[in-house]
């Protein structure tokens, strides 16, 4: 439940970017940026995935309560450093090809 709320700070923002306002860099097939902040991510890995991942390791692959908390936790966590990684404004999977205006060579 508590990630659920991600999906509400990008509602508040009234944008799933950080750092960027039109952000086109998209990568391929789920649409994330690839040059700012993606709230998205944090809200999937949350959310949805949670939703489908965890109880199907669960019931098909652990099936050891002590096992089912670690991997929880595990998920928690990435599903924190994928938030706090957004609000920072700094993609997941950077565009190595993108330099941005504040860095001078």
Do not use: C
Request: glycine letters at 8%; zero cysteines; hydrophobic letters at 50%.
């Amino acid at each position: 439940m508590i990630f659920s709320f991600q999906g509400f700070l990008m509602g508040g923002r009234m944008s799933h970017t950080v750092g960027l306002v039109n952000d086109n860099s998209n990568l391929f097939s789920v649409g994330w940026s690839r040059l700012a902040g993606d709230l998205r991510i944090a809200h999937f890995i949350g959310m949805h995935a949670a939703l489908q991942v965890l109880p199907l390791l669960a019931f098909y692959m652990l099936r050891n309560t002590k096992a089912t908390l670690f991997v929880g936790l595990l998920y928690a966590a990435l599903a924190t450093f994928t938030l706090v990684q957004a609000l920072k404004g700094k993609p997941l999977f950077p565009d190595k090809s993108f330099t941005p205006l504040t860095e001078k060579s």
